[in-house]
């Protein structure tokens, strides 16, 4: 990939702003730096979107991988940023961090793109939500 095309990716990312889960904890907010985040704990009627996509169980699969990675890295770069002075390399732990979650989500065989649209439908339709959640459950006990 082109670094002109990951910077506007990265960007890209940042821009797009929803809570993380945690698993039996409460939803964290986004970060100051923008990440790629997976679904919400719970699906709320408040955010219901009219949203027509189909998530296999293998989406929901690979969805649910990438959601542990992204989880993992956030959480490992949160620990190294969080006594960093410097604003540069705080800057430049949050964009290799971005790199890396960007990374793991493609290596689901995911794009962005799908990724979101799959974290979009889990917050608008229990069904969806339901079966990303097993499939995470079931990385978990592995």
């Keep these: 990939m082109k670094m ?17 889960l945690q ?6 907010t986004q970060d100051q730096a923008g990440d790629i ?18 998530v296999s169980e293998e989406d929901a699969k690979r969805f649910a991988q990438a959601y542990e990675q992204v989880n993992a890295i956030r959480d490992e770069y949160a620990e190294k940023t969080q006594g960093l002075e410097d604003e540069d390399a705080v800057a430049e732990a949050r964009q290799e961090a971005q ?3 960007l990374s793991a989500v493609e290596d689901t ?8 649209a799959i974290r979009s439908a889990s917050r608008a339709d229990t069904d969806i939500h339901e079966k990303i959640m097993s499939e995470v459950a079931a990385i978990r006990r592995d």
Excluded: C, F, H, R
């Design 4 to 20: 002109p095309s990951l910077i506007i990716l990265i960007v890209g990312i940042g821009l797009m702003g929803a809570p993380a």
């Design 23 to 28: 698993a039996q904890q409460a939803p964290e």
């Design 37 to 54: 985040e997976p679904l919400p704990e719970e699906s709320t009627a408040d955010e219901e979107v009219s949203l027509d996509i189909d």
């Design 99 to 101: 790199s890396l979650k």
């Design 109 to 116: 065989g995911l794009n962005l793109d799908e990724y979101n």
